[in-house]
């Protein structure tokens, strides 16, 4: 059996995998998000120069991270769709449950560093709104996907995403630069 047939799940098991796996990725992204916003907020006196100059260099330094990366990209080999075609749904579930936990997004972290040093308050909003927008935005696509975005190839962009992600931090931290 192919693996496209194994895994053909009906539309509403697969938004309510991709909701879960968006939940994981939340959940560990506002958990470093937390770590880092801490660690800002006890330094947040001595954090002006800090802010203005290291956080916005940090984002160009981690778009600069996501560029390189993206030209090592290692692509799906066919060993590893062998395994999964081998594998059970529930074992293929958590596994993606457990990646998507593993990958907490970086390029918001910066975010929260620079939250901390507004107080709590500040944190736990940048926790819950990147959480809402997450789940909600992966969701959707996934949703959205389900009923027919699946007709055009989003391979290019998929592929590029390394690339994307690493521009928009690079732009992001010269912005930051000039406008704090």
Same mark, same amino acid.
């Given at each position: 059996?192919?693996?496209?047939?194994?895994?053909?799940?009906?539309?509403?098991?697969?938004?309510?995998?991709?909701?879960?796996?968006?939940?994981?990725?939340?959940?560990?992204?506002?958990?470093?998000?937390?770590?880092?916003?801490?660690?800002?907020?006890?330094?947040?006196?001595?954090?002006?120069?800090?802010?203005?100059? @290291?956080?916005?260099? /940090?984002? !160009?330094? #981690?778009?600069?991270?996501?560029?390189?990366?993206?030209?090592? *990209?290692?692509?799906? +080999?066919?060993?590893?769709?062998?395994?999964?075609?081998?594998?059970?749904?529930?074992?293929?579930?958590?596994?993606?449950?457990?990646?998507?936990?593993?990958?907490?997004?970086?390029?918001?972290?910066?975010?929260?560093?620079?939250?901390?040093?507004?107080?709590?308050?500040?944190?736990?909003?940048?926790?819950?709104?990147?959480?809402?927008?997450?789940? @909600?935005?992966?969701? /959707?696509? !996934?949703? #959205?996907?389900?009923?027919?975005?699946?007709?055009?190839?989003? *391979?290019?962009?998929? +592929?590029?995403?390394?690339?994307?992600?690493?521009?928009?931090?690079?732009?992001?931290?010269?912005?930051?630069?000039?406008?704090?």
């Amino acid at each position: 059996m192919a693996l496209k047939e194994k895994f053909a799940w009906p539309a509403e098991k697969t938004i309510r995998v991709a909701m879960w796996a968006a939940l994981a990725h939340s959940l560990s992204t506002f958990m470093l998000g937390v770590l880092l916003g801490l660690s800002s907020l006890s330094l947040a006196d001595n954090l002006t120069n800090y802010t203005r100059w @290291a956080v916005p260099v /940090l984002l !160009v330094m #981690l778009g600069i991270y996501f560029v390189v990366q993206h030209h090592r *990209h290692q692509h799906f +080999h066919v060993q590893e769709k062998q395994k999964l075609e081998k594998a059970g749904r529930g074992q293929v579930i958590t596994l993606l449950l457990f990646v998507m936990f593993l990958s907490p997004c970086l390029e918001i972290e910066a975010y929260f560093i620079i939250a901390g040093t507004y107080g709590w308050e500040a944190i736990l909003g940048i926790g819950l709104l990147y959480s809402l927008i997450s789940v @909600a935005g992966i969701t /959707l696509w !996934v949703a #959205l996907a389900q009923k027919g975005l699946h007709r055009f190839n989003w *391979h290019r962009l998929e +592929h590029n995403s390394g690339l994307i992600s690493g521009a928009v931090l690079i732009i992001t931290g010269i912005i930051s630069i000039f406008t704090h």
